[in-house]
Every structure is written in C-alpha cells, then in structure tokens.
C-alpha cells in the first residue's frame, strides 16, 4: 500500500494558490482514478483506491501547510506503511518553473515549511517527493504573499500540464521505477 499525500491549506481562500499545487495533483489523481477524498480522518481528508493494481491512500492534510508533518506521522503509524517505500509527497517549489516538476528519493527540505515539519515528525528526509514549479518569486514580493498567490492565466496554463506530468510521475513510482519517473522529469527543459 501506499500513502500519497499533496500538501497544501485547507478552506476555500487558498484554493488554487501556489502553495496548494499538491492538493491539486492528489484532486487530479482522484479525479482520474474515481476516489473521493472526503473522510476526514488523521487530520487529512483522505480516499482509499487502487492505481494499476496497487492500493493507494489519497490524503491532503488539513493542518495548515506549517503542520503537515502531524497528519502525516499520523496516517503513516496507523497505515503501517514503509516511508521509504511506500509514502509520496507532493508539494510546491519556488525554485523551479512554473509546471516544471522535479521527482526525489529523498533530501533536506530546501525551505519549505511543510518538508521540514514532516522531517520533525518523521525524523528523516529519505521519502519520496514529486516537487511541483510554482515559479520563482519577484524579488519585491513577500514570500508568505507569493505563494498564497494565485497563478496568471498564462502560468495556469504552464501548471495545468506541470500537475499532468505529476500525477504521470506518480503513477511511474507506484510501478516501483522511481529512477524511470527521474530520468523522464528531472532533465531540464528544453529550450523553445
């Protein structure tokens, strides 16, 4: 089984904001695979389902991004599941392009709040991720304020293919072929 949880802030405010991009993938892949995410249990609402043979926990914790790590330690003790293995973190990251995704086995949390809570409670950083581009922020913004921002038209579009390739990247991995999902999404892109 595996445990796949997109980050993001609960409530209606932050819908559709940079920060929510991995509530938006798990919202993609339960689209997809015909499971709704509405028990609220472990602090998350979660969906239970099967993606190609594989049973799978779709979660989106509801603790606020900078807590995150308290649904997941919860959903990970009660599920019994391997975080090495078996676990997948989707999330935002200012340091990559808009729609640009990047996939890792593990590694620090490179600043963002919600990584470094979950490696609090997890007590490492070896599980798996699927990083989702936001955008870098303007050199004027706050960050706090750029990433409960929402996307241009232009980005939406640039993101709507960027959660594609997450939710392809994801499905790469419940396969077991994390270095496949990695040679095909980590290579920068091309240039136009």
Same mark, same amino acid.
């Given at each position: !089984?595996?445990?796949?949880?997109?980050?993001?802030?609960?409530?209606?405010?932050?819908?559709?904001? $940079?920060?929510?991009?991995?509530?938006?993938?798990?919202?993609?892949?339960?689209?997809?695979?015909?499971?709704?995410?509405?028990?609220?249990?472990?602090?998350?609402?979660?969906?239970?389902?099967?993606?190609?043979?594989?049973?799978?926990?779709?979660?989106?914790?509801?603790?606020? !991004?900078?807590?995150?790590?308290?649904?997941?330690?919860?959903?990970?003790?009660?599920?019994?599941?391997?975080?090495?293995?078996?676990?997948?973190?989707?999330?935002?990251?200012?340091?990559?392009?808009?729609?640009?995704?990047?996939? $890792?086995?593990?590694?620090?949390?490179? #600043?963002?709040?919600?990584?470094?809570?979950?490696?609090?409670?997890? #007590?490492?950083?070896?599980?798996? $991720?699927?990083?989702?581009?936001? #955008?870098?922020?303007?050199?004027?913004?706050?960050?706090?304020?750029?990433?409960?921002?929402?996307?241009?038209?232009?980005?939406?579009?640039?993101?709507?293919? #960027?959660?594609?390739?997450?939710?392809?990247?994801?499905? !790469?991995?419940?396969?077991?072929?994390?270095?496949?999902? !990695?040679?095909?999404?980590?290579?920068?892109?091309?240039?136009?």
């Amino acid at each position: !089984m595996f445990i796949i949880v997109g980050l993001g802030n609960p409530s209606k405010e932050y819908e559709g904001t $940079r920060h929510n991009a991995g509530f938006e993938v798990i919202d993609r892949i339960a689209d997809k695979y015909n499971i709704s995410v509405d028990t609220k249990k472990h602090r998350a609402l979660i969906g239970e389902g099967i993606i190609g043979g594989q049973k799978v926990i779709l979660a989106k914790p509801q603790t606020f !991004m900078n807590l995150s790590g308290e649904s997941v330690r919860s959903l990970l003790d009660y599920y019994k599941v391997d975080e090495e293995q078996e676990f997948i973190v989707i999330y935002d990251d200012i340091s990559l392009d808009n729609g640009q995704i990047r996939i $890792r086995a593990k590694g620090s949390a490179g #600043g963002h709040n919600g990584i470094k809570n979950i490696i609090a409670h997890l #007590g490492g950083q070896v599980f798996p $991720r699927v990083k989702v581009g936001v #955008g870098e922020k303007p050199s004027k913004y706050d960050l706090a304020d750029y990433v409960l921002g929402h996307f241009s038209k232009e980005e939406q579009v640039l993101m709507d293919e #960027g959660y594609a390739h997450a939710v392809h990247a994801v499905e !790469m991995i419940l396969e077991g072929d994390i270095s496949a999902a !990695m040679n095909e999404y980590n290579r920068k892109k091309k240039e136009e």
